[in-house]
Nanobody, 116 residues
Framework: QVQVVESGGGLVQAGGSLRLSCAASGRTFSTYVMGWFRRAPGKEREFIAAVSWSGGKTNYADSVKGRFTISRDNAKNTVYLQMNSLKAEDTAVYYC?????????WGQGTQVTVSS
């Protein structure tokens, strides 16, 4: 059974930082692409970032490029999203996804609220 569990969300002031973590189990974590998506109130789900199985390749949405960093620790079966220079428009539920572009497994999400 695959489990994807996010943590680290919360309330932060604009300009601040948060780090989200995501632990995955039930698959050989180190062989899968991992990704982060978000859904803001009243908006469609949005791709944020993805990292290759080795961690050597990453890609980002333009909206977060230069502010967010995705990374992974295969020894801990964990992927991270470091979010800096947060803006009010980053307020959303953030979802971690194992194998996001094919047979995806989604976490339940963690709320990030940025106060302006």
């Amino acid at each position: 059974q695959v489990q994807v569990v996010e943590s680290g969300g919360g309330l932060v002031q604009a300009g601040g930082s948060l780090r989200l973590s995501c632990a995955a189990s039930g698959r050989t974590f180190s062989t899968y692409v991992m990704g982060w998506f978000r859904r803001a109130p009243g908006k469609e789900r949005e791709f944020i970032a993805a990292v290759s199985w080795s961690g050597g390749k990453t890609n980002y949405a333009d909206s977060v490029k230069g502010r967010f960093t995705i990374s992974r620790d295969n020894a801990k079966n964990t992927v991270y999203l470091q979010m800096n220079s947060l803006k009010a428009e980053d307020t959303a539920v953030y979802y971690c996804v194992l194998n996001p572009f094919t047979s995806a497994y989604w976490g339940q999400g963690t709320q990030v609220t940025v106060s302006s």
